[in-house]
């Protein structure tokens, strides 16, 4: 049973609009939200994270929502660039923790 | 350069033969971990390892064994490859209590 899941496979933008990346938990053990960006021949690398004692984080162009009552969290990239092209993956677990559960990722392509 | 290493980064084997992918960081982290990427089912926790001589098993330890006797390097080793450990693999590593988790370039491992 997947405790972190993606269901967008892959996500297509055009350049200067809004991504959204899905993501839910149905662990409600879980407190801690993070999200890596991942380019082909490289390891993934680690974008934003969020607490749950918080509903929302940002760091430039790229913003963390957290809805604890529906086990959801959504990356928001505005605007989209090119360069944005990658395969997002959202990880969770407890706070503290050495075991975070990775989702399968979504593919967000962002169109010139 | 903070940087984690993987060798090889691509290896190509047959069923049985024993294997040692290895992983070194020069961050002086104290956490360390193994990831496989497979289609479909994103990136699962193989083992990790919480400090030198302390390891414990992630959600897919089954046919991988890993030491860590020192804090830089955190082998992964198949003892008897089989074609289902056919992957892409990641390590990684971070400091006990940030979030931020680095990860290698990967090693993409083809068991026939």
């Known amino acids: 049973d997947q405790q972190v899941k993606q269901n967008s496979p892959s996500l297509s933008v055009q350049e200067g609009r809004i991504s959204i990346l899905n993501c839910d938990y149905t662990?409600?053990?879980?407190?801690?939200f993070l999200w890596y960006k991942k380019y082909p021949a490289e390891g993934p690398t680690f974008l934003i994270s969020?607490?749950?004692?918080?509903d929302k984080n940002e760091d430039g162009r790229f913003t963390v929502f957290l809805n604890k009552s529906a086990k959801h969290l959504s990356l928001h990239i505005v605007p989209s660039q090119p360069g944005d092209s990658a395969v997002y993956f959202c990880?969770?677990?407890?706070?503290?923790?050495?075991?975070?559960?990775f989702g399968t990722g979504t593919r967000l392509k962002v169109l010139a | 350069e903070a940087q984690v290493t993987q060798n090889p980064r691509y290896l190509i084997t047959v069923t049985g033969k024993k294997l040692t992918v290895t992983c070194s960081q020069n961050?002086?982290?104290?956490?360390m971990s193994w990831y496989r990427q497979d289609p479909g089912l994103g990136l699962r926790q193989i083992y990790y390892?919480?400090?030198?001589?302390?390891?414990d098993k992630g959600d897919v330890p089954e046919g991988y064994k890993v030491s860590r006797k020192e804090k830089r390097n955190f082998p992964l080793i198949l003892e008897s490859p089989s074609p289902n450990q056919t992957s892409l693999y990641f390590c990684?590593?971070?400091?006990?209590?940030?979030?931020?988790?680095?990860f290698g370039p990967g090693t993409r491992l083809t068991v026939l």
């Open positions: 990684a590593s971070k400091q006990g209590s940030t979030d931020t988790q680095y």
């Open positions: 662990n409600s053990m879980f407190d801690y």
């Open positions: 969020i607490s749950s004692i918080k």
């Open positions: 990880a969770a677990g407890p706070s503290g923790t050495y075991k975070y559960i």
């Open positions: 961050m002086n982290h104290e956490y």
């Open positions: 390892s919480m400090n030198v001589e302390v390891t």
